[in-house]
């Protein structure tokens, strides 16, 4: 009978009922068109304690029934990794893990959870709710890394019966303070040297010596940050120079923690020769947007920023690395912020005053990271690659 439908006197019924059901499945179900959170704050960064504002929109190609629109603010640290040992049948894998919640709230913006019954129906078109909420104190500063994050997110969902929920998704920064006034250490300078001799079977040559410095070691993002090194080469190899900043961000399990370098940038030098010493001074990294030194509030996530002298013989050999240890705040040093008012009263167009410099927010120099696994899926909207924001000193500029 089904393969002779067509020559049914009963096929335009049959179609016609089909038109029907496809209208009141449409009517049932609803077309979204869009899901989407916006705030009131355009850049979407905070500091604990602020409130996080804006609204949820809604738009509909045809009317919806649903439970309710609900958010989920959420706030914590998660660390990940394993390990594995063996190789074949024999081969063992570990994994460590972590997960520290800081806030985990739910606010219903629309349906069942503000009264009135199970079932709601949202009629066709745009829609929008708007939510607020207040973050906690002493919130730890948005991270993303490869094997763990701090993350604080938006996530709404349209709780619909007898369907998937729609889900959308927005990650929004937290900056946590670092005052350098604050940190006892942060005027002092630093330095650090080290040496090594190289062996080529019986043979052992003379020492290769290498040392870093600045004149402080606390610097915010948008800083200069000065250095010297020097390299004294009494082996029989050449020796390649450069200096790298470094951020080492440890993450810790509940059984073990993790250390993850990641050079941030590196400045060449030319190499050191048999024999001959090389003084290196003048130069300078720009300290670029990143996450603030130790990630204050978080027990499971530490970062801390090294600049090194990396010395490379050539031949078969380890690096000389000589590190000193920077820390990178939010608010700057009073002194550097007098030098810099200084520096700007001296020119000719100086204006009779010069106020404290005020930060902007620039995007991490690390890059986005995409959320979906963790926070989205198959029926979700909304911003699913997240960069953290943090303060940056544009110091070539008065405000």
Same mark, same amino acid.
């Given at each position: !009978? ?10 335009y ?13 449409s009517?049932? !179900? ?6 989407? @959170?916006n ?32 958010? *989920?603010?959420?706030?914590?640290a998660?660390?990940?990794w394993?390990?594995?040992? &063996?190789? &074949? ?10 997960t520290?919640?800081?806030? /985990?709230?739910?606010?219903i ?6 009264g009135?019954g199970?079932?709601?129906i ?7 709710f ?7 104190? /002493? ?44 940190q006892p250490?942060a005027?002092?300078? *630093? ?26 070691? &606390? ?9 010297? *090194?020097s390299?004294?080469? !009494? ?5 390649? !120079? ?22 941030? /940038? ?5 190499d ?13 990294? @720009?300290?670029?947007?990143?996450p ?8 499971? @996530? ?12 050539? $031949?078969?050999?380890f ?10 705040g939010?608010?700057p040093?009073? +002194? ?20 404290m410099?005020?930060?902007?927010? /620039? ?9 979906? &696994?963790?926070?989205? $899926? ?9 960069t ?7 110091? +070539?500029?008065?405000?």
């Amino acid at each position: !009978m089904l393969k002779n439908y067509k020559s049914s006197p009963y096929k335009y019924k049959y179609f016609d009922h089909c038109d029907i059901f496809q209208q009141l499945k449409s009517i049932i !179900m609803g077309k979204l068109r869009s899901f989407q @959170i916006n705030l009131d704050n355009a850049q979407g960064i905070f500091w604990s304690g602020q409130t996080v504002s804006g609204r949820v929109t809604v738009d509909l190609e045809s009317e919806m029934k649903m439970r309710e629109i609900r958010l *989920a603010f959420k706030g914590k640290a998660y660390v990940y990794w394993s390990e594995s040992d &063996g190789s &074949g049948e024999y081969q063992h894998t570990e994994h460590y893990s972590a997960t520290e919640y800081y806030f /985990n709230n739910v606010v219903i913006v629309f349906g069942k959870g503000l009264g009135g019954g199970d079932e709601h129906i949202l009629h066709p078109g745009q829609h929008a709710f708007p939510f607020s909420f207040v973050l906690p104190p /002493n919130l730890p500063s948005s991270f993303e890394g490869d094997i763990g994050h701090v993350r604080y997110t938006i996530k709404g969902t349209i709780d619909r019966p007898w369907r998937f929920d729609d889900h959308t998704v927005l990650a929004f920064t937290v900056l946590s303070v670092l005052d350098l006034n604050q940190q006892p250490l942060a005027t002092n300078g *630093a330095e650090a040297t080290d040496s090594k001799n190289l062996c080529c079977l019986c043979c052992k040559s003379g020492p290769i010596t290498g040392t870093i410095k600045v004149n402080r070691i &606390g610097y915010v993002p948008g800083e200069s940050l000065y250095f010297e *090194a020097s390299v004294q080469n !009494m082996s029989n190899r050449v020796c390649g !120079m450069s200096a790298a900043l470094e951020m080492i961000t440890t993450f810790h399990a509940t059984s073990k923690s993790c250390s993850v370098p990641q050079v941030i /940038n590196t400045i060449p030098h030319q190499d050191a020769k048999p024999g001959d010493s090389e003084v290196w001074g003048g130069e300078r990294f @720009i300290v670029p947007p990143l996450p603030p030194s130790y990630l204050a509030g978080c027990s499971i @996530i530490d970062t801390r920023y090294i600049l090194k002298l990396v010395i490379d013989p050539s $031949g078969p050999a380890f690096d000389l690395i000589v590190p000193v240890e920077i820390i990178i705040g939010t608010i700057p040093l009073q +002194s550097a912020v007098q030098q810099y008012q200084q520096i700007l009263l001296a020119q000719p167009s100086a204006p009779p005053q010069v106020a404290m410099p005020a930060p902007s927010y /620039n995007e991490s120099i690390l890059g986005p990271t995409n959320i979906t &696994g963790e926070e989205g $899926g198959e029926h979700t909207q909304g911003q699913l690659d997240f960069t953290p924001t943090y303060t940056y000193y544009n110091w +070539s500029k008065s405000t």
